[in-house]
């Protein structure tokens, strides 16, 4: 969603807020912007388009401000185009803003800023924020922090925002309520951004400003409050992020850098917390919590898109290991819903971000009614990290790729863990089972990397089928997520409609599509429904359906059966999602690339979904 940069110290403003903006673009945006104060002047520049084509505007002027504030919008109110980008100024342009989120109540709060005599460029939210924000000073004759307060108190919605005036150039105001934002601490400088990624590289010492919190920074200092007036003491914790990890490193794009840094992210996720020689496994954030997990009843997973996906592997893993009744739920349709929460309930929340609005609000309401929530986020400091009771971060390292592939391994492994040390304090899996296990995770990322060697063909594969207009990934058990898992990868980076099903759904309707146009990737790993997947697989080469199908090396029988088969190493049967996805986000990559899509930033879609 949107990207928020911003700067005040002793350096060249401008530059620096550009290079931020370029780190955030894989958030997915359409426009983008900065203002600057410089010689007494505030000055805004935006562009609708890449963050390149702002640059190129601001090549030839001698910029040279040491305060500034840069935006990239993904649209919500008003269609992307140079006017409603950010920064916006206030009515006597003396103030400008950059916001992320949306102000629910913009309409009334305009309304009535008109009838004042304000004059409105754009059709943003947010520039109705900022008027109301002059108007509040202006009428209350007071400062621009506590006018910035005031209004805070009046709108309904949600924000990120910084606010920089003319008149103040020693000055940067930002607030947050649901968007986030992260505030670099230098020496005599301070940065401000939606993520770290514009900020690691001049400051490690951040603070994470909480919802309802105001911060100042005035004269090189910063200070914070909350909205009710409460001063806050700053609390800088150190980022463990490495700038390497958000730069490319000499691959393509950012998805296949992260598609091939698996071995390693997975080894991440289980660092410090598996030691099979010992019988280990252990997770420190859980550690006062696993005897609730182990009691509880029912479990209810929330989460959307890849993280949902997640959340149905868990469901597999924790009936079957612990003999827990899970429920996974879209949060987006769980927030909606009236559901029936108990006081002993636990809920998983699994996201990626962290950021989710969905899902954010699915704890909330979940909380609201007594549950206890766990959080499986990657992005450390994240809203739901924060919002959670106890947790797991899944520490993939960044993901920058829209397209989620880390944080999915990721995601899995970490659930894995939690349901294994579940269900051995409930004594629900022998000690044999639990030791095995722990010796099984500990060999796969060398089984991720081994199937790496089939990239080649997965290439080749790609090629014949790039111009296909629709596919079916079907999967039964463990592989039914991975089915859907990989339906989205590909429609998503190579608009390619996809679809995934359970694969004996498919004769209950799916399978009137299937015809020799029709690619069908079946996911045919030997497991327990082998068998059931043959026959599954039969009904398909019957009406001529072209199959690719992801099978355990040195399967004999399906090689004889289908088009083409891409092997991955055998695993415990639990672990099958760690390895079977792998091929399907190869498959999907190379496409998307042979058909010149946008990988990285694939149309209409954000990293970050921060709007419901
Ligand atoms: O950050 P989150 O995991 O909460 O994000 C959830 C979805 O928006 C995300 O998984 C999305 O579906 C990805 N683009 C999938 O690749």
Known sequence: MCGIVAYIGNREACPLIIKGLKRLEYRGYDSSGVALIEDSELNIYKKKGKVSDLESQLTDKNLNAKIGIGHTRWATHGEPNDVNAHPHFSNDRKLAIIHNGIIENYAAIKQNLIQKGHVFQSATDTEVLIHFIEDIQKETGTSLEEAVRLALLEVVGAYAIVVMSVDFPDQLIAARKGSPLVIGVGKDEFFFASDA???????KDVVYLDDYE???????????????????????QKLEMELETIEKGGYDHFMIKEIFEQPRSIADSMRGRVRADEAHLQLGGL??????????????????????????????????????????????????RNPVIKENDIVIAISQSGETADTLAAIELAKSKGATIFGVC???GSSIARASHAGAYTHAGPEIGVASTKAFTAQVTVLTLIAIATAKRKGTI??????????????IPAKVEQVFENAAKIKEIAFIFTYARNFIYLG????????????????????????????????????????????????????SSYEKIVSNIQEVKARKGRVIAIVTEGDTLIPTMVDFVIEVPKV????TPLVSVIPLQLLSYYIAVMRGRNVDQPRNLAKSVTVE
């Open 378 to 380: 990657n992005v450390v």
């Open 287 to 336: 550690a006062n919590y696993i005897d609730k997990l182990a009691a509880s009843e029912r479990i209810v997973i929330v989460g959307c898109g890849t993280s949902w996906h997640a959340g149905l592997v868990a469901e597999y893993l924790f009936e079957e290991l612990a003999r827990i009744n899970v429920e996974v739920e879209y949060a987006s349709e769980f927030r909606y």
């Open 197 to 203: 990624t514009p900020i690691i590289e001049y400051t």
């Open 214 to 236: 105001v911060a100042v920074v005035r004269d090189g200092k910063l200070s914070i409050q909350n909205l009710d007036n409460t001063q806050k003491v700053p609390y800088i």
């Open 430 to 443: 022998s000690e044999e089972t639990y030791r095995q296990l722990l010796v099984e995770l500990e060999t």
């Open 572 to 575: 415990h049967e639990i672990l």
């Open 476 to 527: 039964r058990g463990l592989n039914f997520p991975v089915a859907l898992e990989g339906a989205l990868k590909l429609k998503e980076i190579s608009y390619i409609h996809a679809e995934g099903y359970p694969a004996a759904e498919m004769k209950h309707g799916p399978i009137a599509l299937i015809d020799e146009d029709m690619p069908v990737v079946f996911l045919a790993t030997k497991d």
